[in-house]
Antibody, heavy 123, light 108 residues
Framework: EVQLVESGGDLVQPGGSLRLSCAAS????????MNWVRQAPGKGLEWISF????????YYADSVKGRFTISRDNARNSLYLQMNSLSAGDTALYYC????????????????WGQGTMVTVSS | EIVLTQSPGTLSLSPGERATLSCRAS???????LAWYQQRPGQAPRLLIY???IRATGVPDRFSGSGSGTDFTLTISRLEPEDFAIYYC?????????FGQGTKLEIK
C-alpha cells in the first residue's frame, strides 16, 4: 500500500526540541521530493519545508527558518523534521506530503499525505 | 509574496446543489500552478485538482477547476453528502507553497 506514516509528535515545553519522522512505503521514495505541512488546531494549512530527492535543495517557510531542519534517509525510506526552540505557535498537526512529480522540474502539488502527528508546545 | 484569498469563508448548500468556490491571487500567476484540496473532518487533505483544471486520479467528474491569472474557481456540479468539507487552494511551482485560508462547505 502506498502510504506515509508520521510519528514523533508529543507534548513539549516551550524552548524544547522534537524530531518528527515520516515513513514511506509502497513507492520509490528516493524519486520523490517531499514536504512538511502543518495545521494548527482549527486553522488552515501551512507549508513549512521542502527537500529534493537527494537532499541537495532545501527550503523553509520564514516561520520556521533557523529553527527547523528537514532531512531524509532514502535507504530507510524516511523523512525527518528536527524542530528546535519550539514555542506555542508551533502547536499543530504535522503532515508529511509527497510532491506529485507530475511536471518535471516544478515543485508540484501534493498527491500523497500522511495522517499527521500532533505536536503540542505547552508548559 | 503572493497571497491566496478564498471566498466565501463558509458556504451553506444542500445536497444536489451546485457549489462554486473562489480563490483569488494577489498577483497574476505566471502559470496555472494552482491546486485544490479537500479536507474532511479528522482526515488529511486530498488532492482534487492540479494545473488549475486537471482532476487528480480517482476524483469524480462532478469536481471541476477553472481560471487563470488571478481568479480561480472550484465547482462541484451536484453536491453529494461526502462533499461537505473544507476546501483549500494552493499555489505551487516554485520553492514555496502557499495555501489559501480555506472555504468550509457545510450542509444547509
Amino acid at each position: 500500500e502506498v502510504q506515509l506514516v508520521e510519528s514523533g509528535g508529543d507534548l513539549v515545553q516551550p524552548g524544547g526540541s522534537l524530531r518528527l519522522s515520516c515513513a514511506a512505503s509502497g513507492f520509490s521514495f528516493e524519486t520523490y521530493e517531499m514536504n512538511w505541512v502543518r495545521q494548527a488546531p482549527g486553522k488552515g494549512l501551512e507549508w513549512i519545508s521542502f527537500i529534493s530527492t537527494g537532499g541537495k535543495f532545501i527550503y523553509y517557510a520564514d516561520s520556521v527558518k533557523g529553527r527547523f531542519t528537514i532531512s531524509r534517509d532514502n535507504a530507510r525510506n524516511s523523512l525527518y523534521l528536527q524542530m528546535n526552540s519550539l514555542s506555542a505557535g508551533d502547536t499543530a498537526l504535522y503532515y508529511c506530503a509527497r510532491d506529485s512529480g507530475l511536471v518535471p522540474g516544478v515543485h508540484d502539488a501534493f498527491d500523497l499525505w500522511g495522517q499527521g502527528t500532533m505536536v503540542t508546545v505547552s508548559s | 509574496e503572493i497571497v491566496l484569498t478564498q471566498s466565501p469563508g463558509t458556504l451553506s448548500l444542500s445536497p444536489g446543489e451546485r457549489a462554486t468556490l473562489s480563490c483569488r491571487a494577489s498577483q497574476s500567476l505566471r502559470s496555472s500552478y494552482l491546486a485544490w484540496y479537500q479536507q474532511r473532518p479528522g482526515q488529511a487533505p486530498r488532492l482534487l485538482i492540479y494545473g488549475a483544471s486537471i482532476r487528480a486520479t480517482g476524483v469524480p467528474d462532478r469536481f471541476s477547476g477553472s481560471g487563470s491569472g488571478t481568479d480561480f474557481t472550484l465547482t462541484i456540479s451536484r453536491l453529494e453528502p461526502e462533499d461537505f468539507a473544507i476546501y483549500y487552494c494552493q499555489l505551487y511551482g516554485d520553492s514555496r507553497h502557499t495555501f489559501g485560508q480555506g472555504t468550509k462547505l457545510e450542509i444547509k
